[in-house]
């Protein structure tokens, strides 16, 4: 590796949503050394399959009555 052109890789301590805390090594700049996260697997509705099926049901809805034969 080059010297001075790569960032310092520093550990890190992640607080996820819930107050979880890990400890990891990370090239963020983070001044403190914590870095708290929104959004992780226990609160996005990709991974706790909470997603909105209805939004989808209404789009389908709304397409039927634009297209639908008269």
Known sequence: MKKG??????????????GTEMKTRSTMNVSDGIYKSEVDSKNHPFYNKDQKITQKAGRIDRFNKRYAKK
């Open 5 to 18: 052109i790569h960032p310092d890789y520093k550990e890190i301590t992640v607080v996820l949503s819930d």
